[in-house]
């Protein structure tokens, strides 16, 4: 079994890069408390974290991390509590301007609800029953892409499901009530590691397209 001294080397470089070079930014923080611009509700997947993909400092994203990116809807709210009162707390109390729901290519929770593999342990009951919560995605993909291969499915099925969430997202009375009077704005972004792009669902045309694509990819080769 390894050891966690890459850990801790690894917070002695963001004492030296981050926490002793900006201390006013951690003083106003550590004094003020935070004040996130957004909520940001991503994958537990450990090569996906938003603060990094975003570069993003201390203090300028809530996130919820959980298996799949799901969001329950309201009248499961209860069930999940661990999600909902993130949720919650950074609507209601953080008051966060944005909600971004973060879904990735090669999304292992999202391939195991496609699989729809039987569970025969408690721990599998336990992924299968939150993955439950995006079971609409994997009908929607098995119904509008019937015979076509596993990868272009789980593909869809990420996408469908950071869809299903912001539906869910939306059942909530407290959040529905600030989009509705523009204090709140809900975003579907997918990051599509196999590229280095980032995409977001674009409701008019009802499809995700390319937000920030990968510059190295779009560049000519000299």
Not at 22 to 43: K, M
Not at 180 to 206: I, T
């Amino acid at each position: 079994m390894g050891d966690v001294t890459k850990f801790m080397k690894g917070f002695r470089r963001f004492q030296d890069r981050y926490f002793d070079r900006n201390p006013e930014l951690f003083s106003r923080l550590f004094t003020e408390g935070q004040h996130p611009r957004a909520l940001v509700v991503a994958c537990c997947d450990s090569r996906c974290d938003p603060a990094v993909l975003t570069d993003s400092d201390p203090g300028d994203m809530f996130v919820v991390r959980n298996v799949a990116n799901l969001v329950p809807p309201h009248l499961q709210a209860a069930s999940y509590a661990g999600t909902t009162s993130a949720v919650a707390f950074a609507v209601c109390n953080l008051e966060v301007e944005h909600v971004i729901v973060m879904g990735h290519a090669k999304c292992g929770g999202i391939r195991a609800l496609m699989a729809n593999k039987h569970p025969e342990c408690e721990e599998e009951h336990l992924i299968a029953r939150w993955l439950g919560i995006a079971t609409d995605a994997r009908q929607r993909v098995l119904t509008e892409l019937p015979g076509k291969s596993q990868e272009i499915q789980a593909r869809a099925c990420e996408q469908a499901s950071i869809l299903v969430s912001l539906e869910n997202l939306m059942s909530y009375p407290w959040i529905r009530r600030r989009v509705d009077e523009g204090r709140l704005a809900l975003h579907g972004w997918y990051f599509d590691m196999g590229n280095g792009s980032l995409m977001q669902y674009d409701d008019a045309a009802s499809e995700f397209r390319v937000l920030v694509p990968n510059r190295s990819n779009c560049e000519s080769p000299a």
